[in-house]
Nanobody, 121 residues
Framework: QVQLVESGGGLVQAGGSLRLSCAASGSIFSINAAGWYRQAPGKQRELVASITSGGSTNYADSVKGRFTISRDNAKNTVYLQMNSLKPEDTAVYYC???????????????WGQGTQVTVSS
């Protein structure tokens, strides 16, 4: 069984910072691409940032220059450093990973349970 567990969410004032973590556990062979998504009330889930197995990154225009995605392959963990937070960043943040399980010939997508980020003005 594979699990993605997010942590690091919380309440922060505008201009503050938070660091989200997404730890993958279970019988994992390798993690390919991974990403952070968010969903605000009444809105669709949107991609915030993604990172490939080689470390190439991609960001939504709304977070460029403020958020940084990174990964620690040895720990099967993906991070999202969020700086200069704004009230419009308030949402539930979800981790997604495309990974290959041990003894499997193919990769599948997995989602975490989400972590709430609330930015007060």
């Amino acid at each position: 069984q594979v699990q993605l567990v997010e942590s690091g969410g919380g309440l922060v004032q505008a201009g503050g910072s938070l660091r989200l973590s997404c730890a993958a556990s279970g019988s994992i062979f390798s993690i390919n691409a991974a990403g952070w998504y968010r969903q605000a009330p009444g809105k669709q889930r949107e991609l915030v940032a993604s990172i490939t197995s080689g470390g190439s990154t991609n960001y939504a225009d709304s977070v460029k220059g403020r958020f940084t995605i990174s990964r620690d392959n040895a720990k099967n963990t993906v991070y999202l450093q969020m700086n200069s937070l704004k009230p419009e960043d308030t949402a539930v943040y979800y981790c997604n990973a495309n990974l290959r399980r041990l003894f499997s010939d193919y990769a599948s997508n997995y989602w975490g349970q989400g972590t709430q980020v609330t930015v007060s003005s």
